[in-house]
């Protein structure tokens, strides 16, 4: 209660995976809905700067990021053994050494894009609704690096933990996230707690700052049970994992005024 409120600017983030596990599902799960990329959630949901001439020609993020899908991790909870177009649950690339490779897909829409099969993505929240593509569990893959080893290398930065809050436009383009505990990191050691953190971006242009992911030691899942699409309604369920990762030079910005 008693932390600064953060002083606007530029900052090296390091984010821990449970704030991971939304961005994530907000600026990559989202646009990688192939029925969203193809136009079919404009009116309610949105569209998608992931559009099909993007598939394996679009640098999503840097080298370091590759996001997996994987509806077949037991205990998650998009793995559900077959989709309910009757198709067997898979595992996936979406974005393969920062380039966007993969959509989540159902029977309807994988022929659009010249795929001979669903990815098995087609989820109804009961047997009263219309299943529909909803996003798959997709992951950060680890990396190398410890969280100790992530946080030494940055000079000026701050250390989020927690979901907190987000705004993300139609497109999934540009957005801006907070969180629940923000630390200050000061020549590689954490000092102290700040408040009022927010930090806004260009979703391809966050992932393309990320020079560092740390290893499978550090990886953690958190799952979503609330993702709203479709008319009328129905919630999504899927698990997000991540280790913590490192993103250079972000703006970040005051969430309420100092006075």
């Keep these: 209660m008693k932390a600064p409120v953060v002083d606007a600017g530029e900052y090296d983030l ?15 799960g989202h646009p990688s809905e192939l029925d969203r ?8 949901a949105g569209t998608s700067f992931l559009t099909p001439d993007t598939r394996g020609t679009f640098r999503y993020g840097s080298q370091h990021v ?21 198709v067997q649950c898979q595992q996936w690339d979406i974005v393969r050494n920062g380039m966007f490779v993969g959509y989540c897909t ?9 795929e001979s099969r669903s990815r098995g993505s087609n989820r109804a929240d009961g047997w009263g609704n219309i299943p529909m593509v909803r996003i798959a569990n ?17 000079k000026h930065g701050i250390y989020i933990e927690g979901h907190g809050s987000y705004s993300i436009d139609q497109r999934r383009y ?25 930090y806004h971006g260009i979703t391809p242009e966050f992932w393309n700052s990320c020079d560092g992911v740390a290893d499978r030691s550090s990886r953690r899942r ?10 009328p309604g129905q919630s999504g369920w899927m698990t997000h994992a991540a280790s913590p990762a490192r993103f250079r030079k972000i703006q970040v ?6 006075s």
């Design 14 to 28: 390091v984010l821990d995976p449970e704030h991971l596990s939304l961005t994530i599902h907000e600026s990559c």
């Design 37 to 44: 990329a193809l136009g079919y959630e404009a009116n309610y």
């Design 66 to 86: 590759n996001l997996v899908a994987n509806n077949t991790e037991p205990e998650t909870l998009a793995a559900t053994g077959y989709d309910d177009d009757g």
């Design 106 to 114: 159902n029977r309807e829409v994988a022929l659009k894009i010249g």
């Design 138 to 154: 997709i992951g950060l893959e680890p990396g190398s690096a410890t969280i100790d080893q992530l946080i030494a290398n940055v």
């Design 174 to 198: 540009n957005f801006q996230f907070g969180g629940d505990v923000f630390w200050l990191i000061e020549d590689g050691r954490r000092t102290h707690m700040l408040r009022d953190v927010i």
């Design 222 to 231: 958190y799952g979503f049970i609330t993702c709203g699409k479709g008319q």
């Design 253 to 258: 910005i005051r969430g309420e005024s100092s």
